[in-house]
């Protein structure tokens, strides 16, 4: 996400939000610097999920673009529902020119309703030398490129308290029935296993994921991610139980399913990376480095640290992936420009001024592992840039909005529905076939 992998609101973004301003914060032509200021006294718009420190570390991507072609930039966090956002802007006549898109499905919605521009030459040949075909393949649609992935997330990956497992004397597991046996081990030792970010149902549909892929196999992942595969298939309410048996166990869960509930992903991590641990483990993307290391100063590779995603039931251990895509919108005043800010994003140049400030992944393959700031997160890209094409992506980014996109309903709140009472896997995987039916079909 990430899609939708917010942070804390900045009292700036706040602000924007609450003024339905679209602008939040510099970006403005710098004198000195490499560059011919082609764009001179012209302003990038652009619209995206972020806010807290993602948006602070896109917005040094922003001004490294300003100091280098003299435009100015403004940036608008939309929260969570992002086609809804942008869908009201072009409605009005104030289309930002560029869109960073966290899912695959606004993308396809965006292109299908004519709103999107095709990439630009340039920008095409910088993807087909610089990524695996896999980031094409996500960013088109029906034969038409219209994305480019800037900012990846690996998101099968379980981050823990060295400290926690240690005291708990237990290793990484290697299979999920491990996770859940080292996670009664840490519950014994007086913490919670895990801290699960139920508020922000776009984590429970990761959880599914990873959970999925590793049991039902990749065909059937991709089966189910065209909706080809009814989510009434044996092998979803197969996962769903697999799932219920952490989702039931109160041990396991930093304050029991009414806790999960009311924690958001920023509020996930802090549980098990602030000042007060209530729990040992919290399983998300890549992106729970940048929170640890900005919101609570933990050092990454020391006391905040990583296992894969294990294996379940014997299947191959997950590779999921996310990402935000930008996209440049027909009707904005001045896509032309919004076309060289994302021919600069398709660069290592662009990437590597994410990749020093944390919290960041690039799919961009030209990039120098060296510029990332830790070992860690090197060894996470290494991985997936490593992954090639066998990276499977985040199947609700991939379905409509409507089902795997949008607050308060479809894939996310029927999974919170889930989370609150796992008793019923088969009436759940009903549920979600009913969801998606409607939205495959609208």
């Known amino acids: 996400m990430m899609r939708r992998r917010t942070t804390l609101l900045t009292s700036c973004t706040a602000l924007a939000l ?23 006294g012209q302003t990038v718009t652009v619209a995206g999920v972020w806010s ?59 292109a299908k309703k004519g709103w999107l521009k095709p990439l ?34 690996h998101k099968s990956t379980v981050w823990y308290s060295p400290e926690a497992l240690t005291q708990a004397g237990i290793e990484p597991p290697k299979t999920y029935d491990e996770l ?40 059937k992942y991709d089966a189910l991610a065209a909706h080809k595969l009814k989510w009434t298939d044996a092998s979803v309410v197969k996962a769903l139980t697999t799932l219920g048996k952490l989702f039931k166990d109160k041990q396991l869960i930093a304050g029991g399913q009414k806790g999960a509930l009311n924690t958001d992903f920023p509020g996930s991590v802090e549980k098990v990376f602030g000042p007060k641990p209530e729990a040992g483990m919290v399983y998300e993307g890549d992106f729970v480095a940048g929170v640890a290391h900005d919101q609570f100063g933990r050092t990454i ?19 999921v992936s996310g990402g935000d895509a930008a996209v440049v919108l027909k009707d904005a005043k001045n896509a032309k420009a919004g076309m060289k800010l994302l021919e600069y994003l398709a660069t ?21 592992l060296a510029q990332y700031g830790d070992d860690v997160t090197r060894a996470t890209a290494k991985s997936l840039v490593g992954a090639g094409d066998s990276v499977r992506f985040d199947m609700s980014d991939q379905a409509p909005a409507a089902f795997g996109g949008t607050k308060g309903t479809g894939e996310w709140k029927l999974l919170q529905d889930f989370l609150r009472d796992p008793s019923d896997p088969k009436g759940t995987a009903a549920e979600l076939e009913a969801a998606a039916a409607k939205a495959y079909r609208g």
């Open 348 to 368: 290592p140049e662009a990437a590597a001024v994410w990749a020093k400030a944390g919290g960041f992944l690039s799919p961009n393959k030209k990039l120098d």
């Open 180 to 219: 859940l046996t080292a996670g009664h081990t840490v519950s014994d030792s007086g913490l919670a296993a895990f801290a699960v970010a139920g508020q922000d149902g776009w984590t429970l549909t990761d959880w599914f994921e990873n959970v999925y892929l590793s049991q039902a196999g990749p065909e």
């Open 52 to 110: 807290g420190s993602e948006q602070k570390n896109f917005q040094k991507v922003l001004d490294a673009f300003a100091e280098k072609t003299g435009a100015k930039t403004q940036f608008v966090s939309t929260g969570d529902n992002v086609s809804t956002v942008v869908g009201s802007k072009i409605e009005g006549g104030n289309a930002p020119d560029v869109v960073m898109v966290p899912q695959v499905g606004v993308l396809q919605q965006f």
């Open 301 to 319: 590779g020391k006391d905040a640290n990583f296992f894969p995603f294990p294996a379940v039931d014997g299947g191959t251990a997950p590779v």
């Open 18 to 40: 609450a003024l339905g301003a679209t602008a939040c914060g510099g970006g403005g032509p710098v004198s000195a610097g490499g560059g011919d200021k082609a764009l001179s």
């Open 120 to 153: 630009s030459g340039t920008a095409q040949q910088t993807i087909d030398a610089d990524y695996a075909p896999v980031w094409k393949k996500y960013g088109s649609v029906d034969g038409t490129l219209y994305g480019l992935y800037f900012k990846a997330a």
